[in-house]
């Protein structure tokens, strides 16, 4: 984009892998540095692409998870799928210093600006890219817009554990709640999601298919407009 | 140039792989469903299609009038922008050809934009849903079409990535210019012809 009328420019660049971490058993952030600054908004995500010595080649979008910090580095969490030809490899194989191409940042209807109120409902892994909303109204200091309910199986499942909880944040159990949690372990429900319901809000649900469709029908049957529902649905994309 | 990854062979090359397009992946007997908008509820009873814009009939069709026209089935794959392929699946709904005759699109017209009960919307070139090359599918390997993958009917139109395919299809308005849709107008591309790894703008 941008440099159409000119010659194409590559659209892929080589990050350098400057930080892994665990989130839980199964995901892990990778912290990506790229040669230049980082423009991005939050819900956005970047394509890596792995290549064999053949040049055969693998690719899989993430989500990025941190917020524009204007620094030349991203953050991306991702779960090791069982036979997921990239997140297995990007799990197993990669370390601090690797390089690995990407391209982004993708997507231009599942992002907030960070300038209005949003109610965002994640299921999983689907908290990724509200996790980078929720960073970017933490540091702006505008919280106040922002609502986030996030549905996990249980504790060992909740990314950003120590950086999520606050105020502004719900954490539904469905399966397995800490022994402390005022409410029990169930699906997610409208009793959920009703207190999280600004008036003018735009709604993000993210996760899986199946997750997605009950929590977007959930936001409905409260009188959430139907065009203020945004979806990101993901499947098996290894 | 792709960089070669350290350390990365890929996956066993599959038999398949020369039905593959490049950067895809086989991805068996899942379909995953990748959607922007809530799944509606829609009711065949009141559902329409319609041909409108630069034609000389424009033309609705109900459930029962479109099930009456000449049927027509695709066999063959399916690719979507985000890497996933599946090989060997099978539609069967009315051909684009077959509306597009009935409404009779004016010398003009050289694009279409298909638009969805949702509201989606997605630009095809005329030529992209001529030609034996473009469906309105209600049934997906003999079973009626299941709403999360756009039924009642979607759009079909296999030989470009599947989100040219619009879910919940309510008819094409005939132009005489390309306009972007829903993704289009959100970074993706305007063709989209998975071959040719037209993903993104500027591709």
Not at chain 1, 125 to 153: E, F, K
Not at chain 1, 161 to 175: H, N, Q, W
Not at chain 1, 218 to 228: A, G, H, I, N, T
Not at chain 2, 8 to 35: H, I, M, N, S
Request: hydrophobic residues 40%.
């Amino acid at each position: 984009m941008g440099a159409s009328g000119g010659g194409r420019r590559d659209p892929w660049h080589t990050a350098t892998v400057v930080g892994i971490r665990d989130e839980t058993a199964t995901a892990k952030t990778f912290r990506l540095a790229l040669p230049g600054p980082v423009e991005f908004i939050a819900g956005q995500h970047y394509i890596i692409r792995l290549t064999a010595p053949d040049g055969y080649t693998a690719s899989r979008s993430y989500s990025v998870a941190s917020a524009p910090d204007g620094t030349n580095e991203f953050e991306v969490t991702i779960e090791r799928l069982p036979a997921g030809e990239v997140s297995m490899f990007l799990h197993d194989e990669v370390v601090v210093g690797d390089e690995l191409e990407v391209r982004g940042p993708i997507g231009g209807w599942f992002v907030w600006r960070g300038d209005a109120p949003a109610v965002l409902v994640g299921g999983g892994s689907g908290v990724v890219p509200l996790m980078a909303m929720l960073r970017l109204a933490r540091r702006t200091g505008r919280a106040d817009l922002l609502r986030l309910v996030v549905s996990v199986r249980s504790p060992d499942d909740l990314y950003y554990a120590d950086e999520l909880p606050g105020p502004e944040a719900t954490i539904v159990y469905s399966r397995r709640a800490p022994a402390d949690a005022e409410r029990a372990a169930g699906r997610m429900g409208p009793s959920d999601l009703e207190p999280a319901i600004m008036p003018d809000a735009t709604a993000y649900v993210c996760g899986s298919a199946r997750f997605a469709d009950a929590a977007s029908h959930l936001l409905v049957d409260l009188d959430v407009p139907v065009e203020r529902v945004r979806v990101e649905r993901f499947g098996p994309t290894g | 140039m792709a960089k070669v990854t350290r350390g990365f062979l890929g996956r066993r090359r599959p038999a398949e792989a020369g039905r593959l397009p490049p950067g895809q992946y086989d991805v068996g007997r899942d379909w995953p469903v990748l959607t922007a908008e809530v799944t509606p509820r829609l009711d065949t009873a009141s559902w329409t299609f319609s041909v409108e814009g630069l034609v000389e009939r424009p033309t609705t069709w109900t459930w029962d009038e479109i099930h009456a026209l000449p049927p027509s089935t695709y066999n063959g794959d399916i690719h979507c922008v985000t890497t996933w392929s599946k090989l060997g699946i099978s539609f069967t709904g009315v051909a684009v050809d077959t509306l597009l005759e009935a409404a009779g699109p004016l010398p003009a017209a050289s694009h279409v934009l298909a638009f969805s009960h949702t509201g989606y919307t997605t630009n095809l070139p005329l030529d992209d849903v001529t030609g034996g090359r473009a469906w309105v599918a209600w049934d997906v390997d003999g079973d009626a079409l299941p709403v999360d993958h756009g039924g009642p009917a979607r759009l079909l139109v296999p030989h470009l990535y599947f989100w040219k395919s619009a879910k919940w299809v309510a008819g094409l308005q005939v132009l005489d210019h390309d306009e972007p849709g829903f993704w289009e107008r959100n970074g993706y591309h305007d063709r989209g012809d998975p071959w040719l790894e037209q993903r993104y703008q500027g591709d």
